[in-house]
């Protein structure tokens, strides 16, 4: 007799994708690259423990050893699961850029930005911003480097965050959150980003890329012949967010005048308070693009500090 709950626990957790790569999906989509001599290196853990022990468990169901850790960028929902890995697998190596070690080594300094550099209060001390803190073994500075035996093509893709990485492998590319599925854009509104002219180009780079295969750290895996509309899609809900950002400095404010007036313009439902201090963090971001271009300018006032759109 088959039993169906059986069934699906038994149902494999990792699904391949090419012979050498395969990923776990999810809310973060964790990637996996097959070393080819039993051992495997995860690209991101996901969120927390249970995200740890989650990679933990597909890695020993599908007869592999952890043997590294590719961090693409700090945010919480890309550590949160090394500390449970690097304490209980032995030997794994955790690989970050040279920007983003600092914050996946020190956690606190995502609630810290967030909070203008002052202290953060409870609210943004969630793992949600805060993941535990583990140590970065090896700095990864070049375009290409050896992990595990591995050699590994690195892709710049900041913008989304100060230093990320994508990785690319055996016709797949690791794009972390260098896209995002149309349905999360959707979601989310104001794709979030620490430098907007960054992440556009980011987006270039990915579009010139010849992979088969594309993961993006939240939404569905792509296929090349689909990268180009999704890629399109992410390029609009950023000229859509700097659009809203311009448009609210018909009156001047200061940024979160500015917040306050996008978030109604877009009709966003923001719930949370970690959620709320992200998407300010991202209009701060698109302030600081339409300055660059000229299109806005931040002046001091009698008020504080007061955006100003051009004539
Ligand atoms: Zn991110």
Same mark, same amino acid.
């Given at each position: 007799?088959? =039993?169906?709950?059986? =069934?699906?626990?038994?149902?494999?957790?990792?699904?391949?994708?090419? @012979?050498?790569?395969? %990923?776990?999906?999810?809310?973060?989509?964790?990637?996996?690259?097959?070393?080819?001599?039993?051992?495997?290196?995860?690209?991101?853990?996901?969120?927390?423990? =249970?995200?740890?022990?989650?990679?933990? +468990?597909?890695?020993?169901?599908?007869?592999?050893?952890?043997?590294?850790?590719?961090?693409?960028?700090?945010?919480?929902? #890309?550590?949160?699961?090394?500390? %449970?890995?690097?304490?209980?697998?032995?030997?794994?190596?955790?690989?970050?850029?040279? $920007?983003?070690?600092?914050?996946?080594?020190?956690?606190?300094?995502?609630?810290? /930005?967030?909070?203008?550099?002052?202290?953060?209060?409870?609210? $943004?001390?969630?793992?949600?911003?805060?993941?535990?803190?583990?140590?970065?073994?090896?700095?990864?500075?070049?375009?290409?480097? =050896?992990?595990?035996?591995?050699?590994?093509?690195?892709?710049?893709?900041?913008?989304?965050?100060?230093?990320?990485?994508?990785?690319?492998?055996?016709?797949?590319?690791?794009?972390?959150?260098?896209?995002?599925?149309?349905?999360?854009?959707?979601? #989310?509104?104001?794709? /979030?980003?620490?430098?907007?002219?960054?992440?556009?180009?980011?987006?270039?780079?990915?579009?010139?890329?010849?992979?088969?295969?594309?993961?993006?750290?939240?939404?569905?895996?792509?296929? +090349?012949?689909?990268?180009?509309?999704?890629?399109?899609?992410?390029? /609009?809900?950023?000229? +859509?967010? @700097?659009?809203?950002? +311009?448009?609210?400095?018909?009156?001047?404010?200061?940024?979160?005048?500015?917040?306050?007036?996008?978030?109604?313009?877009?009709?966003?439902?923001?719930?949370?308070?970690?959620? %709320?201090?992200?998407?300010?963090?991202?209009?701060?971001?698109?302030?600081? %693009?339409?300055?660059?271009?000229?299109?806005?300018?931040?002046?001091?006032?009698?008020?504080?500090?007061?955006?100003?759109?051009?004539?």
């Amino acid at each position: 007799m088959v =039993d169906v709950t059986l =069934d699906l626990e038994n149902m494999p957790l990792l699904h391949p994708i090419t @012979s050498h790569t395969a %990923y776990i999906p999810g809310a973060n989509n964790l990637g996996i690259i097959l070393t080819g001599d039993g051992g495997a290196i995860a690209v991101d853990t996901g969120l927390d423990k =249970d995200t740890g022990r989650l990679v933990r +468990r597909a890695l020993d169901e599908a007869g592999l050893q952890l043997r590294a850790i590719i961090s693409t960028h700090h945010h919480a929902d #890309h550590i949160g699961g090394n500390d %449970y890995l690097v304490r209980n697998l032995p030997g794994v190596v955790v690989h970050a850029s040279r $920007l983003e070690a600092p914050f996946i080594e020190n956690p606190i300094l995502e609630p810290i /930005y967030l909070t203008l550099g002052a202290s953060p209060p409870s609210a $943004l001390r969630t793992k949600w911003l805060m993941a535990k803190g583990a140590p970065v073994h090896q700095i990864i500075d070049e375009d290409a480097v =050896d992990i595990a035996g591995v050699r590994l093509e690195i892709i710049p893709l900041p913008g989304h965050s100060l230093g990320q990485i994508g990785v690319a492998f055996d016709g797949v590319c690791f794009a972390a959150d260098g896209f995002f599925g149309s349905e999360i854009l959707v979601k #989310h509104g104001v794709p /979030y980003a620490h430098d907007v002219a960054a992440q556009i180009a980011s987006l270039e780079r990915l579009a010139m890329r010849d992979e088969r295969w594309f993961l993006p750290g939240h939404g569905g895996l792509t296929p +090349r012949n689909e990268l180009e509309d999704t890629l399109r899609a992410n390029q /609009y809900a950023i000229e +859509r967010a @700097s659009r809203a950002v +311009r448009a609210a400095l018909a009156e001047p404010g200061d940024t979160l005048a500015v917040a306050r007036r996008v978030q109604r313009m877009l009709a966003l439902t923001i719930t949370g308070l970690p959620q %709320y201090a992200i998407f300010v963090s991202a209009v701060a971001a698109h302030l600081s %693009y339409l300055e660059a271009q000229g299109d806005v300018t931040l002046v001091m006032t009698d008020e504080g500090a007061v955006w100003r759109g051009g004539s």
